[in-house]
């Protein structure tokens, strides 16, 4: 069982539907993040947040727009998107520090744009 | 340059030999490196962490890393069919800006 959640696990949408998909952690961990993946490929920095505050934003499109409502939830709101977002997007969560960087992942959100 | 490089494979061993898995980075600022395993479907998992020059064992994993040359490899001895998997080199570059490589696909036949 992992211990970053993530819902919804598959997501089907049109190109004018606003939805989100949303994690969340009790690890106490400090830092948070949202990972794209198209299939065969590495997941893609998407977004990171420390303390709650946005520290990397990768020049994703605006049509993504994250959140961080507290340090055990973050959430990614999706309006307008493409077909070609359709990936798995990936939460993950880790300490906070130097020498740290260990990504617990959750299982994934598959999305899917029609 | 990419920020992270691997050969994307397939890297196929029989089982029971060593398989060796290699990876470079382009950030001489880069802090700690990773290696995750991911099933098909499924999310990356960690099989090994190193922040220092040398190596690291951990059961039938060895991470090695070389600041210097800017390299990270991870050997896996005595390889079984449950280690088929695409292996992913990630690096910690600095305050959470972790950097995945494409991934080594790898084979282990029976």
């Known amino acids: 069982d992992t211990e970053v959640t993530q819902t919804p696990k598959h997501l089907v949408m049109g190109m004018t539907n606003k939805k989100s998909l949303k994690c969340e952690q009790h690890m106490g961990h400090r830092a948070m993040y949202w990972y794209k993946q198209k299939a065969k490929k590495p997941p893609e920095l998407m977004f990171v947040?420390?303390?709650?505050?946005?520290?990397i934003n990768e020049s994703v499109p605006s049509r993504f727009s994250p959140e961080c409502p507290n340090s055990s939830l973050l959430n990614l709101h999706l309006h307008a998107l493409q077909p070609e977002d359709s990936a798995l997007y990936l939460c993950?969560?880790?300490?906070?520090?130097?020498?740290?960087?260990?990504?617990?992942f959750g299982e994934g959100s598959r999305l899917t744009v029609l | 340059q990419k920020e992270v490089e691997q050969n994307s494979g397939p890297l196929s061993v029989p089982e029971g030999a060593i398989a060796s898995l290699n990876c470079t980075y382009s950030?001489?600022?880069?802090?700690?490196f990773f290696w995750y395993r991911q099933y098909s479907g499924k999310s990356p998992e960690l099989i090994m962490f190193?922040?220092?020059?040398g190596d690291k064992e951990d059961g039938r994993f060895t991470a090695q890393l070389n600041k210097a040359s800017q390299y990270v490899s991870l050997l896996i001895r005595d390889s079984q069919p449950s280690d088929s998997a695409t292996y992913l080199c990630a690096v910690n570059r600095r305050n959470n800006d972790m950097r995945f490589g494409a991934g080594t696909r790898l084979t282990v036949k029976p």
């Open positions: 950030d001489r600022g880069s802090q700690s």
């Open positions: 190193i922040y220092s020059n």
């Open positions: 993950a969560s880790s300490w906070q520090g130097e020498n740290t960087g260990e990504l617990f």
């Open positions: 947040y420390s303390y709650e505050k946005l520290s």
